[in-house]
């Protein structure tokens, strides 16, 4: 980026309208008084690497990455960093100076950050965690529950075979469990992960048996429309610390704008408000 122009990023996916991410970076380009600008881009799969290489050429200094193109960008990308690796996908690509491009995920480190604000308390180490699903999400959830020490992960998947494979990929922390039994993890779990799209507006609900969840324990959804699934509002009738699944969009979006733009955006209920508009 030269010195006389106007930083640019933005994400890339396709379908792209739906995503909150341009409202959360032009937000937080406003209220740092920063020049700018952060464009969705749909862009069909078999012109991704045209894009990618093309984008740093126009002034663009990076882009998330979002579905269906979290997989692909691996094979694009000239560097990659460890967790991505570990997650096999990427969600934030950096254009550097010297040509390359960088690529990270984020996704984990947004699921802790949001965990931690909304749960203060939660101590990993308290015990095991329940986990619902074994898609891409799940596997970033899987990351960094490992990574931040929690001792146990009973995960459970409607196919369990999806279950098995992550459980390979992941280690021996790792317990799959029968989606059928998935109620009867809950009574150990300190913390119930929800990372399948069920309770979703316009997909099933969860219907997995909640009356086992464990008295005190948090439980966090990764939907966030509705921000109050019927898990979350369960979760909390009975006692539990819920924390909703915006908070993770909002903070996996801080390491990124930071490293495109040069400030660290703080994450405030003014942020949810302008991803929510
Ligand atoms: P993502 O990358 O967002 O995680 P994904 O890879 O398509 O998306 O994974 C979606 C998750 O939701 C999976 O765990 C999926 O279960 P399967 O592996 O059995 O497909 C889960 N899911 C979606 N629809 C479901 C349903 N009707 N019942 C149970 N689980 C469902």
Known sequence: MSANKIPLAG????PIGHSKSPQIHQHWLKMLGLDGFYIPMDVAPENLRDALLMLP????????????????????????TDR??????ANTLIFR??????ADNTDGYGF??????????????SGPAAVFGAGGASRAVLASLLDAGVPEILLTNRTRVRAEKLADDFGKRIRVVDWVQAGN?????????N???LGMIGKQELRVPLDGLRKGSIVTD???????????STAQEMGCTTVDGLGMLLHQAVPAFERWFGKRPVVDSATRAAALR
């Not at 991505?84 to 996908?89: D, F, H, S, V, W």
């Not at 100076?97 to 960088?102: F, N, S």
């Not at 802790?112 to 180490?125: F, T, V």
Request: glycine letters at 8%.
């Open 11 to 14: 994400v890339i996916g396709s």
């Open 57 to 80: 050429k126009m002034g663009f200094v990076g882009v998330n990455i979002t579905v269906p193109h979290k997989e692909a960008v691996m094979d694009i990308a000239d560097l990659i």
């Open 84 to 89: 991505a690796t570990l997650i096999g996908a």
């Open 97 to 102: 100076k010297d040509g390359k491009i960088h």
């Open 112 to 125: 802790i950050e949001n965990l931690k604000s909304g749960a203060p308390h939660w101590d990993p180490k």
């Open 185 to 193: 993890i809950l009574e150990d779990a300190t913390l119930t992960v």
């Open 195 to 197: 990372t399948t799209l």
């Open 222 to 232: 990764l939907v966030y429309a509705p921000l109050q699934t019927k898990l979350l």
